[in-house]
């Protein structure tokens, strides 16, 4: 029964699509990492609502928030555990190579100009469980500096969909989309 409580604040019900929305970590906690990320993201919505333009600071609202839905923090604290990683990211990891850190870089799946763009397309009706969902729908990944010039190659710095701009990565052990992510 505990389990169930944890579970129900932890996964919150998102009244616009009556689905549970599973991100690792809810906006809807108690904790002070989930207030800020409330905060943040209701900033944001107030900006789409306004119509502010994609800036320098909604570009780092994003990714904090990007990183605080899949791993409870604001930042990756250790990028060598990060469970959502290429293949090719896996290997360099493990490679011993002492800048084995230069030879990877942390990807939005869904580029974060794009995910702002939804929140000025939905600007009429964005909520803040609505917002939270777009951020989370496609955590962060990590893959090496060659597989991102590659997907540049391809046109796909911030182009195409998730599945496309990805197709020529290996990936296992996860999806693109968050585990919990389910269509409204």
Known sequence: MAGDVSRARRYPLNSIHGTVRAMRHSIHHTSLDAKKARILINALVDCAKAGIKPSFSTTQMLRGL????????FHNKSWRTYHRASEAAKLVIAS??????????FEHVRPLSKMYQMFLDERATLTLERAAFIIGEYPP????MEEE?????????AE???EQRYAEIPFSGFSLRSDGAMPG
Request: with cysteine; charged share 20%; proline share 3%.
């Open 160 to 162: 195409g969909t998730p």
């Open 141 to 144: 990944v990590l893959i090496t």
């Open 149 to 157: 010039l590659r997907m540049a190659k391809l046109g796909f710095s």
């Open 96 to 105: 011993g190579d002492k800048n084995w850190k230069s030879r990877v870089t």
């Open 66 to 73: 990007s990183f605080y839905l899949e791993c409870g923090s």
